[in-house]
C-alpha cells in the first residue's frame, strides 16, 4: 500500500505559480535535467538540488499539495526560478518517483542544513512517554 504520487502538473499550471515573467522564463531555462543533481518526487514531495553560480547547489523542495515551496537560494522572488524550475523538470516527466523511504532520508540528512518542508511539516517527535 502506498500512496500514489500526484500526477503531474502541465507546464501551463507550472508557468502559472511563477511571480512575474522574469522567473517563469529563467525556471524554464533551469528545466534541464543537467541542471539538477537528486532529483525526485514522492507523493506530494518534489525535491532536487539545483547547480547555480554559487559553489553549493541550491537544495530545492516543494510540496504539491500547498503548493509551498523552499529554496536555499536568496532569491526574493516567490517561488523562485529554481522551484519553478524543478516543477517543469517534473512535468515533463523527468523526476525519477522515490517510492522508496531511501532517498527521502538522504534529502533530510544529506549536505547542507536546508531542511525540506517535510520535516518542518512534521514538527517534533511527539512526546515519549
Ligand atoms: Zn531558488
Redesign the pocket.
Known amino acids: 500500500m502506498s500512496s500514489p504520487t500526484i500526477a503531474p502538473w502541465s507546464a501551463d499550471q507550472v508557468t502559472a505559480l511563477a511571480p512575474d515573467k522574469q522567473v517563469a522564463t529563467a525556471g524554464l531555462k533551469l528545466a534541464s535535467p543537467a541542471t539538477w543533481s537528486d532529483a525526485g518526487v514522492h507523493e506530494a514531495l518534489v525535491w532536487g538540488s539545483?547547480s547555480?553560480s554559487g559553489k553549493k547547489p541550491?537544495r530545492?523542495c516543494v510540496d504539491l499539495s500547498g503548493p509551498a515551496f523552499t529554496?536555499?537560494?536568496?532569491?526574493r522572488?516567490f517561488?523562485?526560478?529554481?522551484?519553478v524550475g524543478l516543477l517543469h523538470l517534473w512535468s515533463r516527466g523527468q523526476v525519477a518517483d522515490r517510492g522508496t523511504g531511501r532517498l527521502r532520508r538522504r534529502v533530510a540528512g544529506g549536505p547542507g542544513q536546508a531542511s525540506p518542508a517535510e520535516g518542518r511539516a512534521a514538527g517534533g517527535r511527539g512526546p515519549a512517554r
Do not use: E
Not at 71 to 75: A, D, E, W, Y
Not at 79 to 83: E, G, I, R, V
Open positions: 539545483a547555480g541550491y530545492v529554496c536555499s537560494c536568496p532569491s522572488k517561488p523562485c526560478k529554481h522551484a
